[in-house]
């Protein structure tokens, strides 16, 4: 076939503007945050693929040790990790990853702009209308849309010689955690104390957050208290101090105030659990296996 040197200058000569087309309509790169999902939850598999209509990327999240089930379709949504449905209601939801501190917060550090914004954020009011932490994600990830499928993964478990009903998925993690805890005992007279004075240990319970329209991570059965005897000679709970000094409970003074040793949290921690008592309304019982925030706060 012969091709005219005109038609062949024409080819040519449109090159550089097909490359530049491409290149302009070019997918963005996926969110990065991805692989700290991905490092966090390495038996579950995160498939993005950009979706230029909506102008973000659709994740597919397969169980791959369920024979490859596909746990949920997903849009990234600025983190928050929403099926498609639910775009248009982004601002009622708080992004997956968010920054968990490293210290716990002293108030003895509060300017009064501190406390008030504490206050605000605290009261019944706001707290009724707040953004709440998007469902959808955990839903995939636990198998637990609705009681019924959640309760197939609830099972019997003993943590430090007390038994609590979990989710299975975080049994692996806690007997670490429960290791972890013994082995330092052996060596740290608050962590051996912290165990023998250890009177109970919950987990499961299918319910709301307080004065929120939101479900407790109690209700997937992968958040734990644990309660020892005595702690009512100390404050352990923000809510409860609350019902007390309803103005002035955030400036509670850190030593008036039961915790875990160190030990226990950074046991906790290394396996994948974040700790209530680092948040500024302060659940110092409180343990959460999020391996995606821990990861988040040294990688991201």
Known sequence: MHISKHRLKYFFSSLPFVFFTASFFAAPPEPKELGILRNAYPDISFTAVYDAELADFKIDVVQSGRSGRKAAVLYWADGKMLPADKLAERGSYWP?????????PDPATFS???????????SAENRSRQAGTSPYFFNAIYDCATRQSTETHIKRVSFLGKYTNAHERIFAPLARVENKIRDRAKTDAAVQRFIDELARV??????????????SFH???IALDVLPRGWGQKNIYWAWRRDIDPDGWMTLPLEKRWMPPAGVIEAFESEGFIWGGKWPIWDNMHFEYHPELIAYALNG
């Open 96 to 104: 997956i990853l968010y920054p968990y501190a490293k210290e716990v």
């Open 112 to 122: 009064e702009e501190d406390i008030r914004r504490l206050r605000n954020f605290s």
């Open 202 to 215: 919950d987990s499961y319970n299918w319910r709301e957050i307080g004065d929120r329209a939101s479900r």
């Open 219 to 221: 209700s997937y059965g």
